[in-house]
Structures are given as structure tokens and as C-alpha cells.
């Protein structure tokens, strides 16, 4: 197992999302320092989750978006350099590098110990003991640990929803990434999962740097240190958490902060 | 010949009476085609089933097969299945996952999809033609076990196809983005995650195959030959069950031997056809 | 590096079965043109003798059989299974139908040599000694009653998927202008579903045209003209399995000449067939666009975004 390598930084500029003629997000510039939570809000259709979906190109190879602009993780261009979304090799680097959870929990249909070693497994790992301790770790992280430590053979679709969305997230944390992207997370689970996913977040965040795309202001409030509004594919503004809750600067921001886009 | 009738009632008398003989004439029709099919079970297990024994099983005919076993025509039929089976599945798969993963629907995919429903749709009695034209003829294999094989092997070819791209587009879309997220290539994707899960729906097309494989006769009697001693190379003639019971029927060497074979044929496929049904079942309620 | 070679690998098998189509395609008429440039292309489709040994190679009798045998399974089979079909998609019980579907889809995995056998065995000498039937009892009309039977399951799974895919809400309409059942099926499921159907008729004719073992073993085989039902007929299948081995040099390429006819019918079928079925798809996807029909339409169009999180597990 490596050293943890540390959390990167974030840097998009003029980010564009289309899904052919449909555009979702359009020059969209955003920074998200280095070990911190950002949270990212706004309605739905508001961008947000395709932006998320291209900070590791999953947009791109997986939904058939076109993707322009760009995207530095830590020192590197991910979104402009054709070699990184031509090559499989260093778009496997780059998940592995940056991971995601997504909005339902995805167990693949296998047991709780081959899901959170599928990652390290395809990524060439085959010693039982690394394995293991990677288990171990990744479940510890997710706060899931106790819960799961003897019956890691269990069928991962027979855990309870939240259980699962921990798992997913133990999943993510398996592969060792400096950036973990989440789509509302936490949308339907339980508030004992959610407080735990939250508390990962908060736990891991100087290693890892999170982006958290959510659907819950008060979730964004409790975790993110930044906090970004989405609207109709542009990114709003920008700000400290505690100030965009407070004093929003921008007239669009208020509204959706007072209920008025549901 | 019942819904005319029941068409022309309607007019005339009140709607519900038509409603209750058409119903009365619908599920007469489909309790006959289930009849016909316990009809035909019965009518080769009655006389066929008294004919089968261990040694009919295990010993060779006598006398061009008035007497004796069946056993070297099991052999055959194993040998040549299985033969159709390795080059069918390599290639059926390798074609379904092509489909199903690595192509949007297009030009080329359309023609696939088209050449393999055309393939799907030629009387077998061609690919008999084919296979002696080519396999034991151009290329010289002979009516071999080789041959009978490989020709079957193309004729089962489209079930394997389409059984199998249905099973992998069954497969729920979230598990690829998943293992992709991290860190999976496409075809590691593939491999470790969708072809499990896909598994039971690959075989039970494989199995469908098998089924077709063992019943054909017009296919292999004139690629795998006739020859009624046990082979022993793949390039020996080998007589298949179907094909040897259609030989002891046509000859009119034994109706005895001739109901035995056809007992053990039919029980053959029963065991086959209701294990890819189980096998489907398994997994479509996986899936739900 | 990898990856690319695998894709490469899957295309290559993706196109075999391509491929094989146009092998046979090329081995079939390299074999089968020459007699009929040989006796002309007319003279062979039209030709009324087939005497091998004179060299006279016209198969006019053979396809008057296949087409013979053909209508008469159809004019069997198709109300039967159409019967079939309505029953399960329509009448039959969720639970009625989980056992009956599969059971009669059965009927396609008997051996076409046990139709023959039990054709040879009650059929022919019911017809010979039936009052108002008579003759050799290997005639057409066995022929076509056998090859009913085996061109049900061809028809009846069509079918089914057929009448499945008219979207709920037609039938919904016709219940609530107070229709019966049987007048919602017949006014409104049945044309909905009427391009599937001809699908499955054609189908099951290429079936027919093209089954070969159980024909010849009931068929009686002369080569004639056939005046009735009861006379012997011989397919174009038949044809070239009763010949092939024996023939040589002229003679087996007449036999492939022949399989030439039966490989265009075959394709022309198929593709007849592909194209009313395809169609059918088209319109029923447009019909069950609006939003009440979601459901239909998820399961017409095979939508498999099931939450993977209610699998069993079994796997």
C-alpha cells in the first residue's frame, strides 16, 4: 500500500457540459482548495452533478457528454489533454485518483469484502494481507467497521440502504484517492448513515479533498467548508459556508436559500 | 376456423355470449396444442421407454442397429455437440458483447444484426449443403466429426448471439459505471463485473444451442457422415442419435430400436430445454 | 493498449456470423449456378421433370410441393397458435401462463425426425383409412399437419410478444366504452398488434418452406404436380436430402441449384419478415410514447435501470 499521497487541489476553468444539442453547464470556473469539503447546491438541472460526473470524466466516457474547458487536479490537466480521455490506462489513474459515490447506493452483486476490494483488486493488488488491512482501513473510514467485521462474506445487496451507501463510500476510500466526488450522497438513507457519511467527510478531509454535490442546505451547512449555488447551468457564486448562508450576494442565491426553487 | 365462427355470432347475438365461446374456443385451442405435445411425449415414452436398458445405452449395434445398443451414436453426438459448442460460444459471445457493450446502434450493427437474423433464418438442410460444399469437401475434412461440428456450429451460431446480447443488456447499467469509477477499464468492466452477473443468461443460450445441436439431422447427415462405429479421432465419421434414428425408421431396420432411440433423444432434450428455462428464470428474477 | 486489442478481437466475432452468411451465400451458388445457366434459369424454376439421368433438372413440382405443404400448415397452425397466443397473453392467469408458455415452447425443441416418426406412425395411416381422405396416406396433407405442429411455437412466441407490446392504455379505452373482452381483442388488440402477427405468419412459413427430416418422412416424395391434399408431393427440401447421398457431378449441382431456390425464399422471408416486424416496433414505440404508458414502453424497449439492490442473492 502507498503512502496516502495527500489531497489535491481543484481547478476548473470555463468548464462547459453539453449532452448534444442539450446544454447543462456552460463556462464554468471554480476552484476547490485542497483538503476542505466543497459543497455544491442548486435545483435540479441546475449543472451540478455534470460538472461533478467530469471532475472525473465519467460524463464524458460514460454519458456521452462533450466536455470543454479545463480541469487541473493537483498539477494535472485532465479535461483538455486528449491523452488522458483517449487512454484507458490514465483514465483508470485518474478514477482511481479521484473517486466518486453516487446518489443510490451501488453494491455490486458480491460479497461486502469483494466490493471494497474490487478497486485495488483491478488495480494489480493480490496479496491477501494488503487486501485485507485495505478492508479494514476503508471500513474503519467509513465508520462501518464494527458493524460489518464479521460478516464480511455477507451478500453487499442484503446490507440495509444506508449500510450500503457506507459501503460504497468504504468502496471509493479502498482506492486511495486524493479526491472523492459525492452525488447526494445521502439522499433517502437513514440520519444515522448520513451523520456517519458526515462524519467521514469531516474526519478524512485532510487527506482527501471531497466535492459534494447535495440536495440538503443543512447538509451543506453541517459539512462543507465552501459552498457553491448552481443555477440553470452556471455556477452562481462562491463562498465560505458560513457567509453564503448568511449574507448571499447574489439575488438568485437568496431565492433558492428561501425555498423558492422547492 | 372457431373465431369465424365466433365472428360471424356477433352480430346477431348479445355480446356476451360471443365473449363466453370465444373464450370456450380459445382455451380449447391452446389445451389441443398442449395435448398434441403430452401426445407426442407419451405416444415415443409408451414403446420407447420398455426398449431402453443399461446395455441399449452402453452397448454397440448389431446388425446395422436391429439389435444391440445405441452407444456409439451417443459418443457421436457428445463429440459433435461439442465440437458446434466450442466454436459457437467463443464467437456468439465474443459477437454479443461486441452489441451490447462496444456499439451504439448504427450501420454496422445493423448489419450484423441483420446477417445474424438472416443466418438464423436458413433451413438447416442448406447448412448441410454448406458444410459438405466446404468443410468435407473443399477443405477436405470428410464427413467427419469435425465437420458435422463445425457446420452445426455456425447453424446454432444466432441463438447463442441473440440469447447472450440479451442477457448482458440485462445486466443493470450502474454496475459498468461502477466499476469504472474505480478504476476498471471498459473491458475490465466487462469481464469482472458484467459477464458474472450475465453468466446464467450466456448459458442458457448455450444450452438452447446444445438443445438444436442434438435434435438437427438434415445439417449433419451430410457433414458428419454415417458411419456407425464408435470415433475416435475427430476426423472419423460419426452417426448421431437423430440421424441414426431417422436411418432405423426410413430403412425400416427396427421399429423396437428405432422407439428406444427416440425415447432416449426425447428425454434428452426435455433435460435440456427445461434447464435453460431454469437457468433463465434464475436470472431474470436476479435482475428484478 | 489492451483494450483496443480486445475490441478488435469482439468485432472480429461480431462479424462471423456475417461472415458465415456470406460464405454460404458464395459456396451455395458456386456450386448451384451452372446448372441453372446449364438449363436456363427459366426452364429449371418452370421446368416440370426432374430425371437426373437424363439431365433434365427442373424443379417447378418441388416448389409446387414446398408452397403446397407451406399454405396447408399455415391454414392449420395459424388459428391454432394465433388461438394459443391470444389465450396466454391475453386470458391466461399471471400464474397459468408461467407454466403453459414454456410448456408449449417445448413443442420446438422435439426433434424434427420424432414429428417425422410419429407423423410416419399415426398421421399417415389415419389418412389412408379415414372415410372422405384416403389414398397413399404420404401425401401433402400430413405433411402440412405435421408441419403446423412444429410452426406453432414459431407463431405463438411472435405473437405473444406481439400483442404484449400494444400498450395497456388501447385496451383500457375499449373497457371503458364498455367492450368485452373479446371485442377490445378483436377490435383493438388484434389490429394493434396486426403487423407482429403477419411477423410470426411469415416466419413460421420460412420454418415451414424450410423444414426438411419431417416432410420427407411423410410427404410420400414423388415428384408431380400434386392434383390434391392426398397426393405425394415432394419439397425442395426434400429434394436435396433424398439425393445428396448419392448424387454426383451434374446431378449434386442441380441438388445445390435447388438449395439455391430454397436459400433465396428462405432470405426473401426473413427479411420480409424483419421488416413488417420491425416496423411493428416503430409504431408501437411512438403509440406508447405518452406518459401514462411509461411502464409499457420500459418494458417494450427491455429498460433495465432496476435497482440492483433488491438482488437476490443467489449471485
Known amino acids: ?262 | 376456423m372457431t373465431a369465424t365462427m365466433v365472428e360471424e355470432n356477433r352480430a346477431s347475438v348479445a355480446p356476451r355470449l360471443a365473449q363466453q365461446v370465444a373464450r370456450v374456443a380459445l382455451w380449447g385451442a391452446t389445451a389441443l396444442t398442449v395435448g398434441i405435445l403430452v401426445f407426442i411425449i407419451v405416444f415415443v415414452m409408451r414403446r420407447g421407454l420398455g426398449a431402453i436398458s443399461w446395455s441399449f445405452l452402453t452397448d454397440a449395434p448389431q446388425r446395422s442397429g436391429a439389435e444391440g445398443g445405441i452407444f456409439p451414436t451417443i459418443v457421436s453426438t457428445l463429440y459433435v455437440t461439442l465440437a458446434a459448442v466450442l466454436v459457437a460460444t467463443p464467437l456468439g459471445l465474443g459477437a454479443a458483447i461486441y452489441l451490447a457493450e462496444y456499439t451504439t446502434e448504427g450501420r454496422l450493427s445493423g448489419i450484423i444484426r441483420r446477417g445474424t437474423e438472416s443466418l438464423a433464418g436458413i433451413p438447416s438442410i442448406i447448412f448441410g449443403l454448406f458444410g459438405f460444399a466446404f468443410f468435407v469437401t473443399a477443405l477436405g475434412m470428410g464427413w467427419s466429426i469435425l465437420s458435422g461440428g463445425l457446420t452445426l456450429g455456425i447453424m446454432i451460431l444466432p441463438t447463442v448471439i441473440r440469447t447472450s446480447e440479451e442477457a448482458l443488456r440485462a445486466v443493470p447499467r450502474e454496475y459498468r459505471h461502477v466499476a469504472q469509477s474505480l478504476g476498471a477499464s471498459k473491458w475490465d468492466a466487462i469481464r469482472s463485473v458484467v459477464l458474472p452477473v450475465a453468466a446464467p443468461g450466456v448459458v442458457t443460450g448455450i444450452v438452447l444451442g446444445i438443445g438444436r445441436a442434438i435434435s438437427e439431422t438434415a445439417a449433419v447427415i451430410f457433414t458428419a457422415g454415417v458411419a456407425l462405429a464408435t470415433p475416435t479421432s475427430p476426423f472419423d465419421s460419426a452417426r448421431t442419435m437423430s440421424v441414426h434414428f431417422y436411418t432405423l425408421t426410413m430403412e425400416g431396420i427396427s421399429d423396437e430400436q428405432a422407439y428406444g432411440t427416440a425415447a432416449v433423444l426425447v428425454v434428452t432434450i426435455l433435460v435440456i430445454n427445461v434447464t435453460a428455462y431454469t437457468l433463465m428464470r434464475r436470472f431474470t428474477r436476479s435482475l428484478r | ?315
Open chain 3, 1 to 315: 493498449m489492451r483494450d483496443r486489442l480486445i475490441e478488435r478481437i469482439l468485432l472480429l466475432a461480431a462479424t462471423s456470423a456475417v461472415a458465415m452468411l456470406a460464405l454460404i451465400t458464395v459456396f451455395i451458388f458456386r456450386e448451384g449456378l451452372p446448372v441453372i445457366f446449364d438449363q436456363g434459369p427459366l426452364s429449371f424454376v418452370t421446368g416440370l421433370t426432374w430425371a437426373p439421368s437424363l439431365g433434365q433438372y427442373g424443379v417447378l413440382p418441388m416448389i409446387a410441393g414446398s408452397a403446397l405443404v407451406t399454405a396447408g400448415a399455415l391454414v392449420v397452425g395459424l388459428p391454432l397458435g394465433l388461438a394459443c397466443a391470444i389465450t396466454l397473453a391475453e386470458m391466461a392467469a399471471p400464474r397459468a401462463r408461467a407454466v403453459l408458455k414454456p410448456t408449449i415452447e417445448l413443442l420446438a425443441g422435439v426433434p424434427s425426425v420424432v414429428y417425422g416418426f410419429i407423423g410416419m406412425e399415426v398421421l399417415v395411416p389415419f389418412i389412408r383409412n379415414a372415410p372422405l381422405l384416403g389414398g397413399p396416406g404420404y401425401s401433402a396433407l400430413a405433411a402440412s399437419v405435421i408441419l403446423a405442429v412444429m410452426v406453432l411455437p414459431t407463431i405463438i412466441s411472435i405473437s405473444i410478444d406481439a400483442i404484449e407490446a400494444v400498450p395497456r392504455s388501447f385496451r383500457e379505452g375499449s373497457y371503458a366504452l364498455g367492450a368485452t373482452q373479446w371485442q377490445t381483442i378483436t377490435g383493438v388488440v388484434l389490429p394493434a398488434a396486426r403487423s407482429g402477427i403477419v411477423a410470426a405468419v411469415i416466419l413460421g412459413m420460412g420454418r415451414a418452406v424450410g423444414e426438411t427430416m419431417a416432410v420427407i418422412m411423410v410427404a410420400g416424395n414423388s415428384v408431380q404436380l400434386p392434383h390434391s391434399l392426398l397426393d405425394p408431393v415432394r419439397t425442395l427440401t426434400a429434394n436435396i436430402a433424398l439425393e445428396m447421398g448419392y448424387a454426383s457431378g451434374a446431378h449434386a449441382q442441380a441438388l445445390f441449384a435447388t438449395g439455391i431456390v430454397l436459400f433465396v425464399v428462405s432470405l426473401c422471408l426473413n427479411e420480409i419478415a424483419g421488416r413488417v416486424r420491425g416496423r411493428s416496433r416503430v409504431s408501437v414505440v411512438v403509440a406508447a410514447d405518452a406518459p401514462a404508458d411509461a411502464e409499457a414502453r420500459a418494458e417494450l424497449l427491455g429498460d433495465s435501470g432496476m435497482r440492483p439492490s433488491r438482488m437476490e442473492p443467489s449471485l
Open chain 1, 1 to 262: 500500500m502507498t503512502v496516502q499521497p495527500g489531497p489535491d487541489r481543484i481547478v476548473a476553468t470555463g468548464v462547459s457540459v453539453r449532452y448534444g444539442d442539450r446544454v447543462a453547464l456552460q463556462r464554468t470556473d471554480l476552484t476547490v482548495d485542497a483538503g476542505t469539503v466543497h459543497g455544491i447546491i442548486g435545483p435540479a438541472g441546475s449543472g451540478k452533478t455534470s460538472f461533478l460526473r467530469t471532475l472525473n470524466l465519467m460524463s464524458v466516457e460514460l454519458d456521452g457528454a462533450q466536455a470543454d474547458g479545463s480541469i487541473c487536479i493537483g498539477a494535472d490537466e485532465i479535461l483538455s489533454d486528449e491523452r488522458v480521455r483517449r487512454d484507458p490506462a490514465s483514465l483508470s489513474q485518474l478514477r482511481r485518483r479521484v473517486g466518486i459515490v453516487f446518489a443510490t447506493p451501488q453494491p455490486l452483486p458480491r460479497s461486502i469484502y469483494e466490493n471494497v476490494v474490487y478497486g485495488p483488486r483491478i488495480a494489480g493488488i493480490s496479496d491477501r494481507t494488503t487486501l485485507d488491512a485495505i478492508v479494514e482501513r476503508a471500513l474503519r473510514a467509513a465508520h462501518m467497521w464494527d458493524e460489518v467485521s464479521d460478516r464480511l462474506s455477507l451478500m453487499a445487496t442484503r446490507l440495509s440502504g444506508g449500510q450500503q451507501q457506507r459501503l460504497c463510500l468504504a468502496r471509493t476510500l479502498a482506492t486511495n484517492p486524493r479526491v472523492v466526488l459525492l452525488d447526494e450522497p445521502c439522499s433517502g438513507l437513514d440520519p444515522i448513515s448520513t451523520a456517519r457519511i458526515e462524519e467521514t467527510l469531516r474526519t478524512l478531509k485532510s487527506q482527501i479533498t471531497f466535492v459534494l454535490v447535495t440536495n440538503s442546505i443543512y447538509q451543506a451547512e453541517r459539512v462543507a467548508d465552501q459552498t457553491s449555488f448552481f443555477l440553470m447551468g452556471e455556477r452562481i457564486e462562491t463562498a465560505a459556508t458560513v457567509d453564503l448562508f448568511a449574507r448571499p450576494t447574489r439575488p438568485e442565491t437568496r431565492d433558492y436559500l428561501d425555498g423558492r426553487f422547492g
